[in-house]
């Protein structure tokens, strides 16, 4: 079960598949708009209602835009969130009751934690990010920077608490439905606390260490790769590749811009200072490019394209992060919100990024600057490739599989 945008749900697939070749029976539980990303892979689908796209083109999620960074914008996401989950919450009951166990993503989690206490079903904890607190870093979710060791901690108990409020609204009516006696999201969290329940985190250890001062049960298993059966790129994008130097690719995931035509303008002329070649991917952000040497792309399997880039320019969400990494080729990352610091400050310190460049600093002089930088310096594409052979060797869906498993599940 997961919510949010295409890489709050690209990993689960691949989880999915996984766990589906080694004899399970999986339903991938999430919006309706994703549900091609499972064809072909034996994982079933649940439809839920809300279309994360759309929302974040309507004038509230437009807002978002002028929220700034931080506890402001994670405010602005909470109040709207709070509307949209009962909007999903029938469709969540609904497949659990045809389930077995429970894998749950980090944006579903109190709402799915309480449906498996209704229900009487085991459940997993399978978030993307590293959300318990700790003292080595601030909470990803904030996009901070570290706050020390105490106010690290103290800020990562303050997202768990924003997260809660969440699901504070529709959870006294689930409850009430399943028959489970009143009671509020912080004592319930407790009790799932004291429990110390396994944690399973699908992200490498190389890229984010296990934080010492967690506590047992929370693993870092390694990253799930999205389940893709394509191989091949389409013609009119292998001719342009083949017609010269690797490019640089361009693409902002599911974030959404104000201005697409100013933003797509920057990029084509910070790749054009640095005598580079361009695929821009259009994305929820609508950028494009015209021009024999740009070509702006719908969605192209990133396994089969990042490793044919000279550079990778992304808004560091956790999927394309993770991508890139894959494929073993530097970054220059563009954070726009929530966790997408975190990230791009990740790559910057494992020596695969010259440098993060948040989206309201971009301009044509530091997208160049920073293109320069990670093409001309061969220091980069050497540590990203070795980075890259490393995680391509782990295997995440392994630690998953033996959690299920200790379950019991069939």
Same mark, same amino acid.
């Given at each position: ?5 295409? !890489? ?12 589906? $070749? ?74 659990? $009751? ?17 449906? @498996? ?36 901690? *103290? ?124 695929? *821009? ?54 954070? *726009? ?13 494992? !020596? ?50 033996? @959690? ?7």
């Amino acid at each position: 079960m997961t919510a949010g945008s295409r !890489g709050d749900v690209a990993p689960y697939t691949g989880l999915g598949h996984g766990l589906s $070749r080694a004899g399970h029976e999986v339903t991938l539980v999430t919006h309706a708009r994703f549900e091609p990303l499972v064809a072909g892979s034996k994982v079933h689908f649940h439809a839920l209602p809300v279309d994360p796209r759309a929302e974040l083109e309507s004038s509230r999620g437009r807002g978002l835009h002028r929220s700034g960074t931080g506890v402001g914008k994670l405010v602005r996401v909470v109040a709207m969130a709070r509307t949209l989950v009962g909007r999903m919450t029938d469709d969540l009951v609904a497949a659990a $009751r045809s389930s077995d166990v429970l894998l749950l993503s980090g944006s579903v989690g109190p709402l799915g934690h309480t449906i @498996a206490e209704g229900l009487s079903l085991p459940y997993l904890d399978v978030p993307l990010q590293p959300l318990a607190p700790t003292r080595e870093f601030g909470p990803p979710m904030l996009g901070v920077r570290s706050l020390g060791a105490v106010g690290n901690r *103290i800020a990562g108990h303050g997202v768990g608490l924003a997260v809660e409020q969440v699901f504070a609204g529709a959870l006294p009516a689930v409850r009430e439905r399943l028959g489970l006696p009143r009671a509020s999201a912080a004592v319930a969290r407790r009790a799932r606390e004291r429990q110390e329940r396994p944690v399973l985190h699908g992200f490498s250890p190389l890229v984010v260490p296990r934080p010492r001062d967690w506590r047992p049960g929370l693993t870092v298993t390694g990253y799930w790769w999205p389940y893709d059966t394509v191989s091949q790129l389409p013609p009119l994008l292998r001719d342009f590749l083949d017609a010269g130097p690797p490019p640089v690719y361009v693409g902002l995931g599911s974030a959404t811009v104000p201005d697409p035509e100013r933003l797509s303008g920057a990029i084509v002329r910070a790749l054009r200072r640095a005598g580079l070649r361009g695929v *821009i991917q259009r994305g929820w952000a609508g950028l494009g490019a015209v021009g024999d040497d740009m070509l702006s792309v719908d969605e192209v399997p990133h396994s089969a394209l990042f490793p044919r880039m000279a550079v990778v320019v992304h808004h560091a969400g956790a999927g394309t992060t993770a991508a890139g990494l894959r494929a073993g080729v530097p970054a220059v990352p563009v954070p *726009i919100q929530f966790d997408e610091g975190f990230w791009a400050a990740r790559l910057v310190a494992l !020596g695969v990024a010259p440098r993060a460049l948040p989206l309201r600093r971009l301009t044509a002089d530091t997208l160049a600057a920073a293109l320069l930088r990670a093409t001309r310096d061969p220091a980069f594409g050497r540590r990203a490739a070795r980075l890259g052979a490393r995680i391509r060797d782990e295997d995440g869906v392994a630690p998953v599989l033996a @959690a299920v498993n200790g379950l019991g599940a069939v």
